[in-house]
């Protein structure tokens, strides 16, 4: 529809009358027809924001143009607005009856957001930008409850007490407007929401009533007859499963809706429910399992299940600090097959260590268990029972009470730690070697003595009679040469000089300048458990001759030579025993080896191996690295070829000399650097750190896409999404496969 001239003037008609409420009745009636005699003048109201002001306000803009209608209604509130370039186009806002100044407001708001704008305050000033920027842009920022309503954007930040922020941060994402945001600030465990002042109001009334404390106070439930860890797991297991009439729910922290620990000093379970039902609940269940036991039933014998030590080494610490109590002091071992030996790395570095004969691919160790399978052991009133990695315990009632007050402080989950080393090897070689060698023979054809002068310096084929006798061999000698024999490198000026029938060399001057580096860094990593040794090998494994058998007699009989074969680890070598002291320090034993098979030194005996080795014992801070040690080596040789006196000669003498000059520089240090792993969430996290850092190689690895040929892709490790705070819940709260 056309609008008429009247209409286009009408909204900055009205914004006029808005701005003077006193001549706004007057005006609006000119525009209808003849006007009455004006009333006197009102008084000049007094200066300030319209927002304070008591006079209502009628709205009517139709179709009328946004910059036009945001600065009538910037008049009425005594406010500056800065519009963006971006908006554009036409907007309605209309009111029925008078509104106070604060109400258009928030009418002209709400049209606004229907539009995909919003306004922000950043300084003193509106800005009128689009909603998708507001976030970005929003000065106003608010600590707890705030008072600024309607359809305003602003940052309000929620710090709670009780829930865990980011269990409520799947609960609240969906109801945050698209263009706005929400975040979790984990250190004070905070929210932090960008959102209309609408929206923000409702979103506080749902935090409030999530962020409960879900748990009662502590109780302490002391026992009189039964052993509070044999009830702590079953007493876990029922209230779990709905001890109250409901299905167990998980708390803020992730736990269950109860939560029992045994206290194994005074005999007493703790208990922590999410309502006083629950808690009531749990105690009653506690009164009807604490009744004496039936002795008839299975006598003084005593089943514990284990859930982080050892058996069988448990049992034997057990049986020698109950020695003086027990029934009998004399049980044995047998079940173990720890080697309580420390380690030495100085003898081998062969993991079997065997002899192997000369057909063998692999070491003994290859084909060895990793670990004994550990029997039963006998003997004394402890018994271990490996398969099911529990104790048998034969005393009586007050005796088993003190050995599993000791089983609960011993069985407890033993932290790792990751020990990342570092093997940072630097070489620097050069060389260069300057020689000049001649032969010259004197005389006439047809004479019966020649004489002959030269020089010639070194061995092989560097040296000229050797290089002239293979050249006037012909081309078969000349081959021979080359294969045989070390033709000089470098730059080489000779001169062919015929003799007879032949090509000899007579003159041959090599120039050689060489530089050589190697720069290797080698960084092996192992996890442990603490006070546990542990080893990485990589390299080769090469065979050295031990033995050997010929028949060297004159018989006719049958002849079988053989050799015997012994297989060595060459390569990295790493053993590391940690063990966790007080205050975070480790303290570690370490056998470090790096060998290589030295290139061209191989004989009938077998390789020759370089070898650098460090065995020490250290304390380091946790996380913190350091040296072990290192080698700082600096090697110079020359030498000097040359014909006596005439090699002193300035300039002529240098027909007369070869000379080489070498200098070998070698720097090798080995770090280390442990980190204590104390929970699964420290394991994990380093893990996932690993695996991100090998995919992203793998990433990178990718094959080129090309036309001709086919994309078959390289191999690529999955992806890892993070896990399910629900699911993770669920995990921590499970119970134990076996209860104790």
């Not at 922000?120 to 507001?134: C, F, I, N, R, T």
């Not at 050797?466 to 078969?476: D, E, V, Y």
């Not at 003159?507 to 580096?517: D, K, V, Y």
């Not at 300039?651 to 000059?661: P, Q």
Request: aromatic share 4%.
């Amino acid at each position: 529809m056309k609008l008429t001239s009247t209409q286009k003037l009408l909204p900055t008609l009205l914004a006029a009358a808005i701005a003077a409420p006193t001549l706004a009745q007057p005006l609006v009636q000119n525009l209808n027809g003849p006007a009455p005699v004006p009333a006197k003048p009102a008084a000049a109201p007094k200066k300030g924001a319209a927002v304070k002001a008591a006079t209502p306000v009628t709205l009517n803009f139709v179709n009328a143009d946004i910059e036009a209608v945001t600065r009538a209604i910037g008049v009425m509130m005594g406010r500056q607005f800065i519009i963006d370039p971006r908006v554009k186009g036409t907007i309605t806002v209309y009111s029925e009856q008078p509104l106070p100044v604060g109400d258009a407001y928030l009418n002209y708001l709400a049209a606004l957001r229907g539009l995909g704008f919003t306004v922000v305050e950043s300084g003193g000033l509106y800005k009128l930008v689009p909603e998708q920027d507001a976030k970005l842009q929003t000065g106003t920022v608010t600590v707890g409850e705030t008072r600024v309503r309607g359809d305003q954007i602003i940052t309000q930040i929620f710090k709670l007490q009780h829930e865990n922020a980011n269990n409520l941060l799947a609960a609240l994402r969906p109801l945050i407007s698209p263009n706005n945001m929400i975040n979790v600030s984990p250190g004070n465990n905070s929210l932090v929401i960008t959102d209309y002042a609408e929206n923000l109001q409702r979103l506080a009334k749902i935090i409030a009533a999530m962020d409960t404390s879900n748990s009662t106070d502590i109780e302490v439930v002391p026992l009189k007859h039964a052993i509070a860890s044999d009830v702590a797991g079953l007493v876990q297991k029922l209230g779990e499963g709905g001890a109250a009439g409901g299905a167990a729910v998980p708390n803020a922290a992730g736990g269950s809706s109860l939560s029992v620990l045994a206290d194994p000093r005074s005999n007493s379970l703790i208990l922590r429910a999410s309502s006083a039902a629950r808690l009531m609940a749990a105690r009653a269940m506690i009164e009807k399992l604490d009744q004496p036991g039936d002795a008839s039933a299975t006598g003084n014998i005593h089943v514990v299940y284990l859930k982080n030590a050892d058996a069988t080494k448990l049992a034997t610490v057990l049986r020698a600090a109950f020695s003086g109590q027990g029934s009998s002091n004399t049980g044995s071992n047998s079940g173990s097959s720890q080697n309580t030996q420390p380690f030495s790395g100085t003898s081998t570095t062969s993991l079997a260590g065997q002899t192997t004969s000369a057909t063998g691919a692999t070491s003994g160790a290859a084909n060895t268990p990793l670990a004994a399978s550990p029997q039963p052991s006998t003997g004394g009133f402890v018994q271990a029972d490996p398969s099911t990695n529990s104790l048998i315990i034969t005393a009586a009632e007050p005796m088993y009470r003190q050995i599993r007050a000791v089983i609960d402080q011993l069985d407890t989950r033993r932290a790792q730690v990751y020990v990342e080393s570092m093997v940072v090897k630097v070489d620097a070689s050069k060389a260069a070697q300057f020689g000049v060698q001649w032969q010259n023979l004197f005389g006439s054809k047809g004479d019966s003595t020649l004489s002959g002068a030269g020089t010639n310096f070194g061995g092989g084929y560097s040296n000229i009679l050797n290089l002239s006798g293979a050249t006037a061999s012909g081309r078969t000698g000349a081959a021979a040469a080359l294969t045989a024999g070390t033709v000089p490198q470098g730059f080489n000026i000779g001169l062919l000089k015929q003799v007879g029938n032949f090509y000899t060399l007579g003159a041959i001057a090599n120039f050689l300048e060489s530089q050589t580096g190697a720069n290797i860094l080698s960084t092996p990593n192992l996890v442990a458990l603490d006070n546990e040794e542990a080893k990485i090998v990589i390299g080769q494994n090469v065979p050295f001759t031990t033995g050997s058998f010929t028949n060297t007699g004159t018989g006719t009989g049958t002849v079988n030579p053989f050799q015997t074969i012994e297989r060595k680890d060459v390569g990295l070598t790493l053993k590391i025993r940690s063990q966790i002291g007080e205050g975070g320090t480790v303290r570690m034993t370490v056998f470090q080896e790096n060998s290589s098979v030295v290139p061209g030194a191989t004989t009938s005996a077998g390789p020759t191996t370089d070898k650098s080795a460090i065995e020490t014992t250290v304390v380091v801070d946790d996380g913190q690295i350091i040296v072990l040690g290192g080698l700082l080596k600096d090697e110079y040789t020359d030498g000097a070829d040359e014909v006596p006196g005439l090699a002193k000669i300035p300039l002529i003498g240098n027909l007369f000399k070869s000379e080489s000059r070498k200098r070998v520089k070698t720097n090798l240090m080995v770090f280390l650097r442990p980190v204590v792993m104390r929970n699964q969430q420290a394991a994990d996290q380093l893990t996932l750190d690993r695996y991100d850092a090998i995919r992203a190689l793998q990433q990178k690895a990718q094959p080129e896409s090309k036309a001709l040929l086919p994309d078959t892709g390289a191999p690529l490790l999955p992806g890892t999404p993070p896990a399910a705070p629900a699911a993770a819940a669920s995990a921590a709260s499970a119970p134990p496969a076996k209860g104790n």
